[in-house]
T-cell receptor, first 115, second 108 residues
């Protein structure tokens, strides 16, 4: 089946630093990738949709300058949390859509802790 | 904006069949219905996807009535390891919105 990886799986950083999270589709090409955020015991919240080679589309209330998304190839999208603060601590999950079907496959998630 | 509604929680026992229903009254013509399973601190895992009628794979069945305003995920003979949160998601041209999911607790 389709596999999506994320790296790192967990990261701890100091307040004010930037953190980059990578999302890769390993065995299929993903023209569209999605970034979600999930707080404890809550549902996933869509942050942004990224299409290969174009600018990401951000959901209402998500700061584009805070959460930089790059989708430079059909198998890689990155999310950079800039100037991270403790309130950015969360579980970040990416997904990739197989262009041949309407199915999203999710990565394992990245746990971010900002001290 | 397509929205999904599911029961917040369900309880079952090992070996029983569990049916979880999702309501999606505003589903768009080109939306597919996909169900995911999520364990704590993991990304959602794909279970099954369908457009209409019935779909079956090695782990579940998905029933979709003709009006497509709801869908039912059927898990045959659940085990303790099926304790998780289950989400239905509409995908297509609708905005992607996860509902609150259904917390399924399977007891011995």
């Amino acid at each position: 089946g389709a596999v999506v990886s994320q790296h790192p799986s967990r990261v701890i950083c100091k307040s004010g630093t930037s953190v980059k999270i990578e999302c890769r589709s390993l065995d299929f090409q993903a023209t569209t990738m999605f970034w979600y955020r999930q707080f404890p015991k809550k549902s996933l919240m869509l942050m942004a949709t990224s299409n290969e080679g174009s600018k990401a589309t951000y959901e209402q209330g998500v700061e584009k300058d805070k959460f930089l998304i790059n989708h430079a190839s059909l198998t890689l999208s990155t999310l950079t949390v800039t100037s991270a603060h403790p309130e950015d601590s969360s579980f970040y999950i990416c997904s990739a859509r197989d262009g041949s079907q309407e199915t999203q496959y999710f990565g394992p998630g990245t746990r971010l802790l900002v001290l | 904006l397509a929205k999904t509604t599911q029961p917040i929680s369900m309880d079952s026992y090992e070996g029983q069949e569990v049916n979880i229903t999702c309501s999606h009254n505003n589903i768009a013509t080109n939306d597919y219905i996909t169900w995911y399973q999520q364990f704590p601190s993991q990304g959602p895992r794909f279970i099954i996807q369908g457009y209409k009628t019935k779909v079956t794979n090695e782990v579940a069945s998905l029933f979709i009535p003709a009006d497509r305003k709801s869908s039912t995920l059927s898990l045959p003979r659940v085990s303790l390891s099926d304790t998780a949160v289950y989400y239905c998601l509409l995908s297509g041209y609708s905005t992607l919105t996860f509902g609150k999911g259904t917390m399924l607790l399977v007891s011995p």
